[in-house]
């Protein structure tokens, strides 16, 4: 059969991306910082990627035979990673609703944005900021307004004793301090 009648996979061109979990109804929060990294990316890849990418596609093409030509194939496929990456992030961008941690500043309380100290039962403090799905990094201590310990710390006050719930077990955690200044 040849190669010119054969399918390319649908997984490579997806327009039907499943974006991060949001709560039903819920917004989706993001700090300012985040949304500026968001658009950032997005003008990087439109501004910079995609046209040395084309660029690098138009002159494989021009060398003749596209079906053995990896520049070209390898470039197609990058454009179309780039280009879904790009969809992604404006609608993600439209729905974005923008909360400032700064509006907290000085409160005790727990809100989106917060740089929260904690203690678990054995004594480990552990430091959280709460931030929006879009810029959540568990590595960096940063976790999604809709994950587990965010739930449990979301309004509680800098003293409150709460109950974490885990896979298999309950924890009391302690709130220890709240910052809207700081990073985690």
Not at 147 to 158: G, M, N, V
């Amino acid at each position: 059969m040849s190669k010119a009648f054969t399918k390319e996979s649908d997984s490579d061109d997806d327009d039907d991306l499943v974006l991060p979990a949001l709560p039903p109804g819920g917004k989706n929060y993001i700090t300012p910082q985040g949304f500026a990294t968001l658009r950032a990316e997005l003008k990087a890849l439109v501004e910079v990627d995609r046209p040395k990418v084309v660029e690098a596609v138009y002159w494989a093409a021009s060398n003749g035979d596209r079906s053995e030509n990896g520049d070209y194939i390898y470039g197609k496929k990058r454009l179309r990673e780039i280009d879904r990456r790009v969809r992604f992030l404006i609608r993600r961008l439209e729905v974005a609703v923008v909360a400032d941690p700064l509006l907290h500043a000085g409160d005790t309380q727990i809100f989106f944005g917060a740089t929260v100290t904690y203690a678990d039962s054995e004594g480990t403090e552990r430091t959280v900021k709460i931030v929006g799905v879009d810029e959540a990094n568990s590595a960096g201590g940063e976790v999604s307004w809709v994950s587990p310990i965010a739930r449990t710390l979301l309004k509680a006050h800098e003293g409150d004793v709460l109950k974490l719930v885990m896979p298999g077990r309950v924890d009391d955690i302690e709130v220890l301090q709240v910052s809207y200044l700081g990073t985690a």
